[in-house]
């Protein structure tokens, strides 16, 4: 029997099914928008799908808390596909259901991971956290409509928190969770800092805090050696950097 594909190469083999594929309708974006939405609306499903499914398993609050905030990114993501025009990949919102089968088989794939012990299932959601930074990243430089941009940066923010979350609680329980997607030094630059708000949350303060995430964001797309490096590091997986972002 095979080696189970890691997450990355299962990302791009979802990826490349999506193109090409009568999912996306004529509308005012181009092949790579459409196909960037339909796959995000359907990773943003895995995350909630594995967190639901991990907090039933181990009772922790950190894997509720979080499913929440994945399913208000798939509403916002589901919001875009509306007003573009473009077909929703989910028929079926029931947890682990797919169109994709290739998503299908990646949740399964991390639930029995993740299943192993509590630290194995935090690993996991620090795991995926870091995989949506580095995609919503590369995709963000692909896309000109504005309203899709300012969703990917609130939702690239969003995951930013959530990796600090699941990491903090994996050095608490004395683990250590490494980078795997995005460079070491994004990756030490977000876990180093304070929780970050939208603007509309905080006052002066807050959206201090803000534009400090936005710099850090900023420092996300100038530093390419940092994305290079997140292609390389997929490329060695399974060609997951040219494969996800032909069209998590």
Not at 206 to 224: L, M, N, R, T, V
């Amino acid at each position: 029997m095979k080696k189970l594909l890691t997450m990355g190469m299962m990302i791009a083999i979802a990826s490349s099914a999506v193109v090409g594929t009568a999912w996306a309708k004529q509308g005012a974006l181009d092949t790579a928008e459409k196909d960037s939405l339909v796959l995000m609306r359907e990773e943003e499903k895995l995350a909630r799908d594995v967190y639901l499914t991990f907090a039933q398993k181990w009772d922790n609050k950190v894997f509720y808390n979080i499913s929440q905030a994945e399913q208000h990114h798939m509403d916002k993501i589901g919001q875009l596909l509306e007003k573009y025009q473009v077909a929703d990949p989910i028929q079926n919102d029931s947890i682990g259901e797919f169109t994709n089968p290739k998503m299908r088989e990646l949740y399964q794939q991390l639930v029995v991971e993740g299943n192993k012990d509590l630290l194995s299932a935090l690993t996991i959601g620090a795991k995926i956290e870091d995989l949506d930074i580095a995609d919503l990243m590369k995709d963000s430089q692909s896309i000109d409509e504005a309203d899709i941009l300012q969703v990917y940066d609130n939702l690239t923010r969003g995951s930013r928190n959530h990796l600090r979350a699941f990491n903090r609680t994996i050095n608490q329980m004395g683990g250590e969770y490494k980078n795997t997607y995005i460079s070491s030094e994004l990756f030490n630059q977000i876990i180093h800092s304070d929780k970050e708000y939208g603007k509309h949350r905080q006052g002066k303060h807050g959206q201090g805090k803000h534009k400090q995430g936005k710099d850090c964001q900023g420092k996300q797309k100038q530093g390419k050696h940092g994305q290079g490096k997140h292609e390389q590091g997929l490329h060695k997986q399974g060609k997951h950097g040219q494969g996800r972002h032909a069209q998590h």
